[in-house]
C-alpha cells in the first residue's frame, strides 16, 4: 500500500515540531471509533446497580427477593455475596500514620456516602436490570452525616468508621527553610483563606466496564474506559486473587479522563466478578448521575495562607494550612493528591522558607483523587492569589512583584525549599513575551479610563510552574517509568507500542511523528498502539503530563535502538561505516557519498529474510525499552486575562486571554494548542461556574448536568497563545509535558483578573466560583460602604 | 436513559389522540418534542403508565396569518419560529425569544405547545406570551376552546388545561403600529433555563406618551406573570428612559420569588428590576424606529 507513496515520497522533511492534523480525529469525528458501550458479546447481560440514598446509614437488611423474581433477573448480589470473594478497591498512595478508610466492591453493613453501591443486579436486558434495581428493598438506619470537613474534624463529630477516634485521616509535615525567622524579619506579613472548591471530572463519556470469561483458557477479557489499564490489570487480579496471566485488560477509546478515569473503580472489579460467576460477557455503563455521584472528584481544599515579605516585596516565607476533603473512602491516589499541593507551593518563585501542614479528612462524601492538575492546580492558585495579595497590600504591580521574586537564571535547577528540582526554565522570558501580547501598559491605561467611566474591569496575571513527566520512580507508588516496544515489520511497516494509555492527548500521531523523524519515513508509515494488555508491554498509563515526557522517550529510546540495527544492517550491506549512515526519504544513505544508498525497506527485509547477517546480528527488528527518568520536568509560563464584570448582575465576561506557555521542545504545535486551549477552558470552569454541592445531608444537589454547570464554546473568547521553548535536560527530546498546564496555570489568572476587577470596591479576595450572584453582592456592600 | 416501563402509543390523529388521552386520563403523559418529559422520566420522577406521543401527528406544525391574527400550530418546533420570516416581521418577539431557548439540538426538538404545557417556572415563552395577549387554543373530544394567556399558567408546572385537553394552537396579533417588544433572559449557566426572563411590548402615543406597555416575567416566581404594576406606573406616562427605569423597579410586586442554587430571592427579585428595564428600554427602543 505504501509502496507507491514511498515512490513519490516529499523531499526530506522533519516529522517532529509539525503541526500534522490528529490520525485520530477522522474516526472520533466520523463516529467510526469504539467505545465501551460500542462492544456487544454474544449472550452479554447487563448490570445496574443500586445505590445509596444516605451519606451515611447502617444497612439493617436488604430484601432482595421481589427483584430475582423480576422477569430477565439472573442474579442480585449484595456486599455479602461478595465478601471475602472480591477484594476491597485499591488504594496505592501510602503517607505514614493514616487511617484506614477502604472501600469495599458493594457496602458491607454501612454506607458513607450517597451513590455507593449497594446491590447489583445482572439481566438479560439493560432495561429489565433497571427496573428490577427498584424491587430491591433496603432498611436503612440513618445516622448523622458528616459533609463539612471542618466541623468533621470538631470533637464530638460524628465519625465514619467506628474503628475510628476521628475523621482526621492523616496529618502530613513538610518544611524547608527557617520559617520562623523568615517571619519574624518580615516587614508585612499577610493572611488570606482560600476555597479551592470540590469539582467534578464530568468527562464527555461516563465509565464502563465489558468483561467475559473463557473457562477453558481461563482467561477474563476486560474492557474498560481508563487510563491505565495495566495498573487495572494487576488490580483486578488481587481483587479476584486470580493470577495476572487470566486476565487481559482493553481500553477501546476512552472518551475522556482528566484524572478520573486514573483510578480502579468497584464496578471494574465487580464486572469482572460477575463475568466469571455466570460464565456470560457482563456489561455495566454508568449513567450521567452516577457518574456525578460515583466517579471521583477533584479539588476541595481550604487553604490558609501567610506569607511574609519585605517593603519592596521580596517574599521571605511562606506558611500553608491545608484542610483537605478526601470524602469517605480512599481511591487509587486520594490521600496522596493534597502532598501535591504541598511539593508546589513555592511556585516559580524563591521562596527562601515554606511550611505546608496538610490534615486530610474523611466527609460523607465522594471520594477526591487526582483531577486535571491534581494538587498543583491547589498550589499555583494559592501561590499565584498570593503574589496578588503581596502586590495589593504594597500597592505594587503584580507583574513586578512576580519578577521580583524569580530566581535567577544561573540557579537552576533550582531546588525548593519543598524538595522539588526546577530542571530549567526562564521565567521572566515567558512573563514579557506575555506581557508585551497582551500589551499591558495599554490594558492599565484602559483599566484606568474604564473605572471613570465607572466601567467594572480587571487584569489578572499568573506566572505558572508545574510538575509533570511523573516521574522518578522513587516518588511513584507503582513505580514511574513507561515502556514502549517498536517492531518494524517485514513490510517495513512500523509498530510503536506504547504503555501509555492516551485518551484524547493524540499521541497516535505525535509518536507516529517521533517515528518518521528517527527513521526518515513519513507519519503515516509509522502506526502507534496502545490499552491491550496483551498487545502492548507492561506500562503505567497516561497521566501526570508523562505520555510524551517519560512515555515518548521510551519510544523514542527503542527507535534509536532499531535505527542503530538498521544503520548496521545498512552499513553491511553498502559496505559503510554505520555511524556515517543518514535516514531520510524511505531511504538510508552515506552522508559522504550520497549515491550509497539503500531503500528503508530492502534493508528491513534483509534483517528479516535474513540471508546475509552482520556477525554477531540476530534477525528481526524489535525493542523494547523501560525508560526511568532521572527527575520530573517543569513546565511554566505566563498567563494575562481581562474579565469585565456586569455592574448590574455581577456576571463576568472574559473579553481577552493571553497564554505563553513553555513546555520544553514541541513535537507537534497543534496538539500543544489543543491541550493548552482545553486547559484553560476547565480553569474557566473552575473560576467562572463549576462547583460540586453537597446539601447538609449530603445530597448532591449538583447531580446532573442540568445543575452543574460546565463552559460552553460560546463563553471563551479568542485565546491568544504562544509559547517559549526551554528545553528539559532530563530526557533526550527536551521536552516537558503540557496535558495539565492550562488547568494550573489559568484558573489564578481568571481569579487575580475578577479581584482586579473589584478592588475599587473594597475586595481584596473572593472565592470561587465567580457566580453573579456571589459578585452582584460584593459591588452592593462596596457601592454601600463607599456612600 | 432507562424510564420506568410505560405503553407507548403514536396515534395519528389528533381525534386519536384526544380519544386516548380521554381514556387514560391521569395515567398518561403527552409527549411532543420530549425535552420536559424526557429528563423527568429519565430519572424516574415521573412514571406515566401511558405516553401518548403527539410528535408525529400531522398538521400541527406551521405558522400562519388566519382572519388578522397569526396562528401557530402547537408542534411548531423552537428552531421553526426562531427561524420564521412571518414571525420575524410581524410578532419578532416570538423569534427572539425561540433563539434564547437551549442549543441547536433543544430548539431543533422542542415545540411551543410542550413549552407552553408543561409551565416550567424557567421556561422562556410564558414572558412572551404573556406580553403578547396571546391566545391559547385547548381541544379535547368535545371541540376546542380558547384561553387567554394571562388565564392559562395558574401555578408551578401547573396550566389551565384541563384533563383530557390538548393545547392544539396558539394565536396572537401581528405587532401594532409605534410599538416594539423585546425579550431579555439571564441563563442559568447550566440548564440555559431562565433565571429571570422578562418580556416587554411597548405602544408609544403620537405625542410621545406610552399607550400601552405590558410585560410578562418568567423565572421570578412559581409561574410567569405579567408585571401589572410596572404597567399601570408606565400607562399614559411621557416615555423616557428614566421612565421605563424608574417603573421596572416594581417588576416582582406581588410574587414570592424562588430560590435555588443559581440564585437566591433577592438576588431574582433584582435582576426581575434589571431585565424588565433591559425589554422595556430595548421595546422602547424598537417603538421608536430604532434597532
Given at each position: 500500500m505504501a509502496t507507491a507513496t514511498r515512490q513519490v515520497a516529499k523531499p526530506s522533511t522533519h516529522q517532529i515540531g509539525?503541526?500534522?492534523?490528529?490520525?485520530?480525529?477522522?474516526?472520533?469525528?466520523?463516529?467510526?471509533?469504539?467505545?465501551?458501550?460500542?462492544?456487544?458479546?454474544?449472550?452479554?447481560?447487563?448490570?445496574?446497580?443500586?445505590?445509596?440514598?444516605?451519606?451515611?446509614?447502617?444497612?439493617?437488611?436488604?430484601?432482595?427477593?421481589?427483584?430475582?423474581?423480576?422477569?430477565?433477573?439472573?442474579?442480585?448480589?449484595?456486599?455479602?455475596?461478595?465478601?471475602?470473594?472480591?477484594?476491597?478497591v485499591p488504594c496505592a498512595a501510602q503517607i505514614p500514620d493514616m487511617k484506614s478508610a477502604p472501600r469495599p466492591a458493594l457496602a458491607q453493613d454501612r454506607v458513607r456516602f450517597v451513590g455507593e453501591g449497594v446491590a447489583l443486579v445482572v439481566a438479560t436486558g439493560r432495561y429489565a436490570a433497571r427496573d428490577a434495581v427498584d424491587l430491591i428493598e433496603v432498611d436503612y438506619e440513618p445516622l448523622t452525616p458528616v459533609v463539612d470537613p471542618e466541623k468533621a474534624m470538631e470533637k464530638g463529630s460524628p465519625v465514619l468508621y467506628d474503628e475510628h477516634k476521628d475523621n482526621v485521616a492523616y496529618r502530613w509535615e513538610l518544611e524547608g527553610g527557617d520559617v520562623k525567622a523568615a517571619f519574624k524579619k518580615a516587614d508585612k506579613v499577610v493572611k488570606q483563606?482560600?476555597?479551592?472548591?470540590?469539582?467534578?471530572?464530568?468527562?464527555?463519556?461516563?465509565?464502563?466496564?465489558?468483561?467475559?470469561?473463557?473457562?477453558?483458557?481461563?482467561?477474563?477479557?476486560?474492557?474498560?474506559?481508563?487510563?491505565?489499564?495495566?495498573?487495572?490489570?494487576?488490580?483486578?487480579?488481587?481483587?479476584?486473587?486470580?493470577?495476572?496471566?487470566?486476565?487481559?485488560?482493553?481500553?477501546?477509546?476512552?472518551?475522556?479522563?482528566?484524572?478520573?478515569?486514573?483510578?480502579?473503580?468497584?464496578?471494574?472489579?465487580?464486572?469482572?466478578?460477575?463475568?466469571?460467576?455466570?460464565?456470560?460477557?457482563?456489561?455495566?455503563?454508568?449513567?450521567?448521575?452516577?457518574?456525578?455521584?460515583?466517579?471521583?472528584?477533584?479539588?476541595?481544599?481550604?487553604?490558609?495562607v501567610e506569607v511574609a515579605f519585605k517593603k519592596d516585596g521580596t517574599i521571605l516565607g511562606l506558611r500553608v494550612h491545608v484542610i483537605a476533603d478526601l470524602g469517605a473512602y480512599y481511591q487509587l491516589l486520594t490521600p496522596l493528591i493534597p502532598t501535591l499541593t504541598g511539593l508546589m507551593a513555592s511556585g516559580c518563585y524563591k521562596i527562601p522558607a515554606i511550611r505546608v501542614e496538610i490534615v486530610g479528612v474523611l466527609t460523607n462524601k465522594m471520594s477526591t483523587d487526582a483531577y486535571r492538575g491534581a494538587g498543583r492546580p491547589e498550589a499555583t492558585y494559592l501561590v499565584e492569589r498570593t503574589l496578588d495579595l503581596v502586590a495589593a497590600e504594597l500597592k505594587k504591580d503584580p507583574a513586578d512583584v512576580r519578577r521580583k521574586n524569580f530566581p535567577k537564571l544561573s540557579e537552576f535547577p533550582y531546588a525548593t525549599p519543598t524538595g522539588v528540582i526546577y530542571d530549567s526554565a526562564n521565567y521572566p522570558r515567558s512573563l514579557d513575551l506575555a506581557l508585551k501580547l497582551a500589551d499591558y501598559k495599554k490594558l492599565r491605561q484602559e483599566q484606568a479610563k474604564a473605572r471613570k467611566e465607572g466601567r467594572v474591569m480587571g487584569i489578572g496575571l499568573s506566572t505558572y510552574v508545574e510538575i509533570c513527566a511523573m516521574g522518578p520512580s522513587s516518588a511513584m507508588p507503582a513505580g514511574g517509568w513507561e515502556s514502549a516496544t517498536v517492531r518494524i515489520e517485514p513490510s517495513g511497516m512500523v509498530n510503536i507500542m506504547t504503555g501509555s494509555s492516551p485518551h484524547g492527548q493524540g499521541q497516535e500521531t505525535s509518536f507516529a511523528q517521533i517515528g518518521a523523524e528517527i527513521l526518515g519515513l513519513e507519519p503515516d508509515d509509522v502506526n502507534v498502539i496502545?490499552?491491550?494488555?496483551?498487545?502492548?508491554?507492561?506500562?503505567?498509563?497516561?497521566?501526570?503530563?508523562?505520555?510524551?515526557?517519560?512515555?515518548?522517550?521510551?519510544?523514542?529510546?527503542?527507535?534509536?535502538?532499531?535505527?542503530?540495527?538498521?544503520?548496521?544492517?545498512?552499513?553491511?550491506?553498502?559496505?559503510?561505516?554505520?555511524?556515517?549512515?543518514?535516514?531520510?526519504?524511505?531511504?538510508?544513505?552515506?552522508?559522504?557519498?550520497?549515491?550509497?544508498?539503500?531503500?528503508f525497506g530492502e534493508v528491513v527485509a534483509a534483517a528479516y529474510t535474513a540471508k546475509k547477517l552482520p556477525p554477531n546480528m540476530e534477525p528481526g527488528l524489535d525493542a523494547t525499552t523501560f525508560f526511568e527518568p532521572t527527575n520530573f520536568t517543569f513546565p511554566f509560563g505566563a498567563h494575562i486575562c481581562v474579565v469585565e464584570i456586569d455592574k448590574d448582575t455581577g456576571d463576568v465576561h472574559l473579553t481577552k486571554y493571553v497564554a505563553v506557555d513553555d513546555c520544553g521542545n514541541v513535537l507537534n504545535?497543534?496538539?500543544?494548542?489543543?491541550?493548552?486551549?482545553?486547559?484553560?477552558?476547565?480553569?474557566?470552569?473552575?473560576?467562572?461556574?463549576?462547583?460540586?454541592?453537597?446539601?447538609?445531608?449530603?445530597?448532591?444537589?449538583?447531580?446532573?448536568?442540568?445543575?452543574?454547570?460546565?463552559?460552553?464554546?460560546?463563553?471563551?473568547?479568542?485565546?491568544?497563545?504562544?509559547?517559549?521553548?526551554?528545553?528539559?535536560?532530563?530526557?533526550?527530546?527536551?521536552?516537558?509535558?503540557?496535558?495539565?498546564?492550562?488547568?494550573?496555570?489559568?484558573?489564578?489568572?481568571?481569579?487575580?483578573?475578577?479581584?482586579?476587577?473589584?478592588?475599587?470596591?473594597?475586595?481584596?479576595?473572593?472565592?470561587?466560583?465567580?457566580?453573579?450572584?456571589?459578585?452582584?453582592?460584593?459591588?452592593?456592600?462596596?457601592?454601600?460602604?463607599?456612600? | 436513559?432507562?424510564?420506568?416501563?410505560?405503553?407507548?402509543?403514536?396515534?395519528?390523529?389528533?381525534?386519536?389522540?384526544?380519544?386516548?388521552?380521554?381514556?387514560?386520563?391521569d395515567e398518561a403523559k403527552i409527549l411532543a418534542g420530549g425535552h420536559s418529559l424526557l429528563p423527568l422520566i429519565k430519572l424516574r420522577l415521573a412514571q406515566p403508565r401511558y405516553v401518548i406521543d403527539i410528535g408525529r401527528l400531522r398538521g400541527m406544525s406551521y405558522i400562519r396569518e388566519e382572519n388578522g391574527q397569526i396562528v401557530i400550530g402547537a408542534l411548531t418546533s423552537h428552531a421553526d419560529i426562531e427561524t420564521s420570516s412571518l414571525l420575524r416581521s410581524k410578532c419578532p418577539l416570538l423569534v427572539e425569544t425561540a433563539a434564547t431557548i437551549g442549543d441547536v439540538q433543544v430548539r431543533n426538538r422542542g415545540t411551543l405547545g410542550g413549552s407552553l404545557a408543561h409551565a416550567d417556572p424557567a421556561a422562556d415563552y410564558p414572558a412572551s406570551i404573556l406580553a403578547l395577549d396571546a391566545e391559547i387554543v385547548a381541544a379535547s373530544t368535545s371541540g376546542t376552546r380558547t384561553i387567554p394567556a394571562k388565564e392559562f399558567f395558574v401555578d408551578m408546572l401547573t396550566t389551565a388545561l384541563r384533563p383530557g385537553e390538548i393545547l392544539s394552537q396558539v394565536r396572537v396579533a401581528p405587532l401594532a403600529a409605534q410599538t416594539g417588544t423585546a425579550y431579555?433572559?439571564?441563563?442559568?449557566?447550566?440548564?440555559?433555563?431562565?433565571?429571570?426572563?422578562?418580556?416587554?411590548?411597548?405602544?408609544?402615543?403620537?405625542?410621545?406618551?406610552?399607550?400601552?406597555?405590558?410585560?410578562?416575567?418568567?423565572?421570578?416566581?412559581?409561574?410567569?406573570?405579567?408585571?401589572?404594576?410596572?404597567?399601570?406606573?408606565?400607562?399614559?406616562?411621557?416615555?423616557?428612559?428614566?421612565?421605563?427605569?424608574?417603573?421596572?423597579?416594581?417588576?416582582?410586586?406581588?410574587?414570592?420569588?424562588?430560590?435555588?442554587?443559581?440564585?437566591?430571592?433577592?438576588?431574582?427579585?433584582?435582576?426581575?428590576?434589571?431585565?424588565?428595564?433591559?425589554?422595556?428600554?430595548?421595546?422602547?427602543?424598537?417603538?421608536?424606529?430604532?434597532?
Open positions: 509539525k503541526p500534522l492534523k490528529r490520525k485520530e480525529d477522522p474516526r472520533l469525528i466520523q463516529g467510526l471509533a469504539h467505545y465501551v458501550d460500542d462492544i456487544v458479546l454474544p449472550g452479554m447481560q447487563y448490570a445496574a446497580i443500586l445505590r445509596s440514598p444516605y451519606a451515611h446509614a447502617k444497612i439493617r437488611s436488604i430484601d432482595v427477593s421481589k427483584a430475582q423474581a423480576a422477569p430477565g433477573v439472573s442474579l442480585v448480589i449484595t456486599g455479602a455475596d461478595v465478601r471475602g470473594s472480591l477484594g476491597i483563606r482560600l476555597v479551592n472548591q470540590r469539582l467534578i471530572p464530568a468527562a464527555m463519556e461516563p465509565r464502563g466496564v465489558v468483561a467475559e470469561y473463557k473457562p477453558g483458557e481461563r482467561l477474563l477479557t476486560v474492557w474498560s474506559s481508563t487510563q491505565i489499564p495495566h495498573l487495572l490489570r494487576t488490580q483486578i487480579a488481587a481483587m479476584l486473587d486470580v493470577p495476572e496471566f487470566s486476565v487481559r485488560v482493553i481500553t477501546p477509546e476512552v472518551g475522556g479522563g482528566f484524572g478520573s478515569k486514573l483510578n480502579v473503580y468497584a464496578e471494574e472489579g465487580l464486572i469482572g466478578y460477575l463475568a466469571m460467576r455466570l460464565g456470560t460477557p457482563v456489561k455495566w455503563i454508568e449513567s450521567r448521575r452516577e457518574n456525578f455521584q460515583t466517579t471521583i472528584h477533584g479539588r476541595d481544599q481550604i487553604d490558609d496502545h490499552g491491550d494488555t496483551s498487545i502492548v508491554p507492561y506500562g503505567i498509563g497516561t497521566f501526570g503530563s508523562r505520555a510524551t515526557a517519560v512515555g515518548g522517550t521510551a519510544v523514542y529510546k527503542s527507535l534509536m535502538k532499531l535505527r542503530e540495527k538498521l544503520a548496521t544492517f545498512a552499513g553491511f550491506l553498502l559496505e559503510e561505516n554505520p555511524s556515517k549512515l543518514v535516514f531520510e526519504n524511505m531511504k538510508i544513505y552515506s552522508k559522504s557519498q550520497p549515491k550509497k544508498s539503500i531503500g504545535p497543534l496538539l500543544v494548542d489543543g491541550q493548552v486551549h482545553g486547559g484553560i477552558v476547565q480553569s474557566f470552569g473552575q473560576a467562572m461556574m463549576e462547583e460540586a454541592v453537597y446539601d447538609e445531608q449530603g445530597q448532591l444537589i449538583t447531580g446532573e448536568l442540568t445543575d452543574y454547570a460546565i463552559p460552553r464554546a460560546a463563553d471563551m473568547p479568542w485565546m491568544e497563545t504562544d509559547r517559549t521553548v526551554t528545553p528539559s535536560p532530563v530526557n533526550p527530546m527536551g521536552v516537558k509535558g503540557v496535558g495539565e498546564a492550562g488547568t494550573i496555570g489559568a484558573t489564578p489568572a481568571l481569579a487575580n483578573a475578577v479581584v482586579d476587577a473589584l478592588s475599587p470596591f473594597g475586595v481584596r479576595h473572593v472565592d470561587m466560583p465567580f457566580k453573579r450572584e456571589r459578585i452582584w453582592k460584593l459591588m452592593q456592600k462596596g457601592s454601600r460602604r463607599a456612600k | 436513559m432507562i424510564p420506568a416501563p410505560f405503553e407507548y402509543s403514536a396515534p395519528k390523529t389528533l381525534e386519536d389522540a384526544l380519544r386516548l388521552l380521554e381514556r387514560h386520563g431579555e433572559k439571564m441563563h442559568q449557566p447550566a440548564s440555559g433555563f431562565a433565571i429571570v426572563g422578562a418580556a416587554g411590548r411597548v405602544t408609544l402615543g403620537k405625542t410621545g406618551t406610552i399607550e400601552q406597555a405590558a410585560v410578562g416575567i418568567t423565572g421570578l416566581g412559581p409561574k410567569a406573570f405579567r408585571a401589572l404594576a410596572v404597567e399601570k406606573a408606565l400607562l399614559g406616562k411621557k416615555a423616557s428612559e428614566k421612565s421605563f427605569a424608574d417603573a421596572a423597579r416594581l417588576a416582582s410586586e406581588g410574587v414570592e420569588p424562588l430560590s435555588d442554587l443559581h440564585a437566591s430571592a433577592e438576588y431574582r427579585r433584582e435582576m426581575a428590576a434589571v431585565y424588565a428595564n433591559r425589554a422595556l428600554q430595548k421595546a422602547f427602543s424598537r417603538a421608536q424606529g430604532k434597532v
